[in-house]
């Protein structure tokens, strides 16, 4: 029997700091080399992604709204992410056209 190895992550948060640091220094910063040969050994590597990867929309009349920069997409490929869940309460933060924006950069 073939052994599969799967990797899976909570919350991906790489709105906010994480976000001003994927601006400034790119994508590659988040995850240092380490992390990402563990991510990117497994078989597949799952993920929650907590906020919308888009540059429209309006944040929504809640407490806290979460849109990371369009290179956060960048930033889960290279860490090898193979798949990340969107349904949570993040997911519409900006919009139904933040979030149709998000699976686009992630495709």
Sequence with gaps: MAEVTIVA???????RSVGHRIVSDGPDAVF???????????????GNLECVIS??????AKSYTFRAPPAAAAA???????AVALANNHSLD???GAVLDTIARLA
């Design 76 to 82: 889960l490929a290279s860490a090898g992410f193979d």
């Design 94 to 96: 900006y919009g139904p």
């Design 32 to 46: 240092d080399d380490e992390l990402r040969t563990l991510l990117r050994g497994a078989d597949l590597t799952l």
């Design 9 to 15: 992550v909570g919350d991906l948060m790489l709105a």
């Design 55 to 60: 540059e429209h929309g309006e944040p929504a």
